[in-house]
């Protein structure tokens, strides 16, 4: 939600159908950081705080920072998606590449994005291809056709020969990518673990390899599989979260209650622990929350926001602020949505007559 609200991205990725908007997005990301494949990324690997990085210091990311970035950007729109490492046969070529899988439903078929280049490759037919479809027809000798302003870093355009053949044909004989396409997937945590998934040919399978932190826990999986079948299934219909309609407003009073206390003191750890989803709450967003802020002096539970689903709205009072904030819960009272600041005209409504 942050990273939706924060860049706009509803805005982005336009009003067209879900084909534009995956494609306007990539391009967006393609635009946003130069890319540097002799250079790492940032200690924290999530959209938000990459792009923070990135644009204070003037910094690159390499493909796999620009995978990531992409992915999660189509996440917060809703997409299914992941990024996808690209690997060679031969075991002493340490150069791969990193691009992103993302699922068009209006086309039942993943699609390859490559935020580095902002290529995508599609037949002789103009369709768009996805990686397994541009591998096959490598192998077949079929036609392939590469959206003529494929680019790296805006200087040097992309041929199919340069791009396709002579780069990636090599980096497709191998693909790997996490078992959970998430936020903050690759950022180094005490005691998280992460597990990754290898596509490899023929059928024979090496052995999972695992390895574990100075505490002699797991901290990170690979397991090899030769079913593509598997590894490119359509993706699962989401899980509808626990119907949340039986929520008293005592309850989300008793929350935003927490939160007030936690967020006064500056206690980013204990306000994470609140969220369904981990990861959300930083120690350098809740500065900028009070920076921006100030101290919250007050809470008062308003109304239920109208339309599908449940959202409990509230008139937040803060030293530099006043303005409404909406949360939704879980069945165990996590926080599920979350608005730290939210606007509309009903809502607006409210607000003035609390005012």
Same mark, same amino acid.
């Given at each position: 939600?942050?990273?939706?609200?924060?860049?706009?991205l509803?805005?982005?990725?336009?009003?067209?159908?879900?084909?534009?908007k995956?494609?306007?997005?990539?391009?967006?990301v393609?635009?946003?950081?130069?890319?540097?494949?002799?250079?790492?990324?940032?200690?924290?690997?999530?959209?938000?705080?990459?792009?923070?990085e990135?644009?204070?210091?003037?910094?690159?990311?390499?493909?796999?920072?620009?995978?990531?970035?992409?992915?999660?950007?189509y996440?917060?729109?809703?997409?299914?998606?992941?990024?996808?490492?690209?690997?060679?046969?031969?075991?002493?070529?340490?150069?791969?590449?990193?691009i992103?899988?993302?699922?068009?439903?209006s086309?039942?078929?993943?699609?390859?994005?490559?935020?580095?280049?902002m290529?995508?490759?599609?037949?002789?037919?103009?369709?768009?291809?996805?990686?397994?479809e541009?591998?096959?027809?490598?192998?077949?000798?079929?036609?392939?056709?590469?959206?003529?302003?494929?680019?790296?870093?805006? =200087?040097?355009?992309?041929?199919?020969?340069?791009?396709?053949?002579?780069?990636?044909?090599?980096?497709?004989?191998?693909?790997?990518?996490?078992?959970?396409?998430?936020y903050?997937?690759?950022?180094?945590?005490?005691?998280?673990?992460r597990?990754?998934?290898?596509?490899?040919?023929?059928?024979?399978?090496?052995?999972?390899v695992?390895k574990?932190?100075e505490?002699?826990?797991i901290?990170?999986?690979l397991?090899?599989?030769?079913?593509?079948?598997?590894?490119?299934?359509?993706?699962?219909?989401?899980?509808q979260?626990?119907?949340?309609?039986?929520?008293s407003k =005592?309850?989300?009073?008793?929350?935003?209650?927490?939160?007030?206390?936690?967020?006064?003191?500056?206690?980013?750890?204990?306000?994470?622990?609140?969220?369904a989803?981990?990861?959300?709450?930083?120690?350098?967003?809740?500065?900028h929350f009070?920076?921006e802020?100030? =101290?919250?002096?007050?809470?008062?539970?308003?109304a239920?926001?109208?339309?599908?689903?449940?959202? =409990?709205?509230f008139?937040?009072?803060?030293d530099?602020?006043?303005?409404?904030?909406?949360?939704?819960?879980?069945?165990?009272?996590?926080i599920?949505?979350?608005?730290?600041?939210?606007?509309?005209?009903?809502?607006?409504?409210?607000?003035?007559?609390?005012?």
């Amino acid at each position: 939600m942050a990273l939706k609200t924060t860049y706009n991205l509803d805005s982005i990725a336009g009003k067209g159908n879900d084909v534009s908007k995956i494609i306007s997005l990539m391009e967006w990301v393609h635009y946003l950081v130069p890319h540097d494949g002799s250079k790492g990324n940032p200690q924290v690997k999530n959209a938000m705080s990459l792009i923070a990085e990135c644009k204070k210091d003037n910094k690159t990311l390499n493909c796999r920072g620009l995978g990531i970035l992409l992915n999660e950007v189509y996440l917060a729109e809703g997409f299914k998606s992941r990024f996808v490492t690209c690997l060679p046969r031969d075991t002493a070529d340490n150069d791969c590449h990193v691009i992103t899988m993302v699922w068009s439903t209006s086309l039942k078929k993943w699609l390859w994005m490559d935020p580095t280049f902002m290529a995508y490759l599609m037949n002789e037919k103009g369709d768009l291809l996805s990686i397994e479809e541009v591998r096959e027809c490598l192998i077949n000798n079929k036609p392939l056709i590469l959206n003529p302003d494929a680019n790296r870093n805006h =200087a040097t355009s992309q041929t199919k020969g340069d791009y396709l053949n002579d780069y990636m044909a090599k980096n497709l004989y191998k693909l790997e990518c996490p078992l959970n396409s998430e936020y903050n997937y690759e950022t180094y945590e005490e005691g998280k673990t992460r597990t990754y998934i290898q596509l490899v040919p023929g059928n024979k399978k090496p052995s999972p390899v695992l390895k574990k932190n100075e505490h002699g826990m797991i901290s990170y999986s690979l397991y090899y599989t030769n079913n593509p079948k598997s590894f490119w299934a359509e993706p699962q219909l989401d899980k509808q979260p626990e119907p949340i309609g039986s929520k008293s407003k =005592a309850d989300y009073d008793e929350v935003m209650g927490k939160f007030k206390n936690y967020y006064n003191q500056q206690q980013a750890d204990s306000i994470d622990i609140m969220f369904a989803y981990r990861g959300f709450i930083t120690a350098k967003r809740m500065e900028h929350f009070m920076k921006e802020y100030g =101290a919250m002096i007050s809470h008062k539970y308003m109304a239920m926001e109208p339309g599908p689903g449940e959202v =409990a709205l509230f008139k937040m009072v803060f030293d530099k602020s006043v303005h409404a904030m909406g949360i939704s819960l879980d069945k165990n009272n996590k926080i599920l949505n979350f608005r730290f600041e939210t606007s509309s005209s009903y809502i607006d409504k409210l607000l003035a007559k609390e005012l």
